[in-house]
């Protein structure tokens, strides 16, 4: 039987490709979005992909919003926590609402969403979560003190919530993307990316369906023993 999976900012970048990869692997996809109601009807109409909106900050609305799921496509067997923003500021000039902002959507919004599929997975016996942290949340970045503590954050999430996962069948991972051609990276200064690249021992950025690879690898049937881990995928920006 198909599994069910919900994509959070499924409907662009990096997301996008993760829901596509998924629906080819086989599983019945729900890509959520947070409010660009064009773009996500786009998608739909491209995808055949049913998308759904709510704000993955918010707990009620994350219960609120796997129920609509789970009413019509079945029961979440995966999640993949992709829905995130940058709100970039030097410390001293970064607000506290830039801050709160990054940390409850990226951070925040990984335990509401799983908070609502958890106690699901754990009564099935079967889960497969994957959270996506960043480079900059294992290496830290420049103006970004928001962003790199919520990525990092993921970080022990995930292997905190793998262990409390592990005897319940259910998988907790991360991917450690680098730097990916999405809207996310459009926004960074063409003088600062030039820098990045330049840092960037394959020579380019990568491509959003080089992470959604990562992500149907671990979302598989055989990846039962794989838990806890940070896949990272960054053409050898940061090796260690
Ligand atoms: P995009 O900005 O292209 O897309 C973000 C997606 O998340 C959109 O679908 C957006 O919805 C959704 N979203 C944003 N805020 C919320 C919210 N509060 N509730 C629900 N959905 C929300 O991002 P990318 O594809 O570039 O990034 C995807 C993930 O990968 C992010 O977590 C990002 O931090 C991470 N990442 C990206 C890297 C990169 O180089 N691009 C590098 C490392 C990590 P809407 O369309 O409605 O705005």
Redesign the pocket.
Known sequence: MARVAIV?????????AISLALQDAGAKVAA?????DG??QAFTDRTGIPAY?????DPEACAEGVARVEADLGAVDILVN?????RDATFLKQSYAQWKAVID??LG?CFNMAKAVFPGMRARQWGRIVN?????GQAGQYGQVN?AAA?SGIHGFTKALAQEGARAGITVNAI??????????AAVPEEVLDKIVAKIPVGR??Q?HE?ARGVVFLTAEDAGFVTGSTLSINGGQHMY
């Open positions: 959070t900012g499924g409907t662009r970048g990096i997301g996008e959520t979005y947070a409010g660009d773009r996500a909106k709510w704000d993955v900050a992709n829905a995130g923003i940058t959507t990226n919004g996506i942290g960043s480079i900059n962003y990525k450690a993307p680098g730097y990916i051609d999405t809207d996310m990276v950025l990568g959003a992470i």
